[in-house]
């Protein structure tokens, strides 16, 4: 069987010997060889990604990008979607720049950063649109759709969780 992972190993040593060379990575990586385990994607994680050879490293950029289902974070309707991530990195055999990840045994393994990258993306929350009203945190009617008569000025939605929650003394 193949390595699912294989477009992600770059052999390093070949592509730097020629600065300025470019290699394009174009391809869809299963997500559980790659280790991202996460309720909301629904798909493969697409890499499109376009590498440069510099004197001392090589310069990856380009995007991320996965299908994700879940619900708004507000009114808690099913949404669905996709999480684009964008990506530029640097990566050197001999690390001068803190932020740069390194080139080991002269292989460029992007499985790390594409896993980091994508997770991140997936973690943000989402709401059904940008001025979804939400649930109403008294009666639960969804705000987008109906009014109600609450009052909730004096309310504190960190604290709605703990409301019914009576001490036994
Ligand atoms: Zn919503
Ligand atoms: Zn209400």
């Known amino acids: 069987m193949p390595d699912p992972l294989r477009p992600l190993r770059i052999n390093a040593l070949e592509l730097m010997r020629q600065p300025g060379a470019i290699r394009d990575i174009a391809d869809g990586i299963e997500a559980a060889p790659l280790g991202v385990e996460h309720d909301r994607l629904t798909s493969h994680i697409q890499v499109d990604l376009n590498l440069e050879a510099l ?13 994700w289902s879940t ?4 009114c808690l309707a099913d949404i669905s979607g996709c999480a684009v991530a964008e990506v530029s990195e640097v990566y050197q055999r001999d690390m001068v720049d803190p932020e740069a990840f390194a080139i080991e045994q002269n292989q460029l393994n992007l499985a790390p950063m594409v896993r980091e990258a994508i997770l ?11 001025d979804c009203a939400g649930l109403c945190p008294a009666c639960g009617v969804d705000r987008n ?12 939605n960190r604290w709605a969780a703990l409301e019914g929650f009576v001490i036994d003394e």
């Open 120 to 130: 991140l993306e997936l973690d943000l929350e989402r709401s059904c649109r940008e």
């Open 71 to 74: 619900v708004c974070r507000r």
């Open 145 to 156: 759709e109906a009014t109600c008569s609450c009052d909730i000025t004096v309310r504190d």
């Open 55 to 67: 004197t001392d490293g090589i310069k990856v950029t380009g995007t991320l990008q996965a299908q």
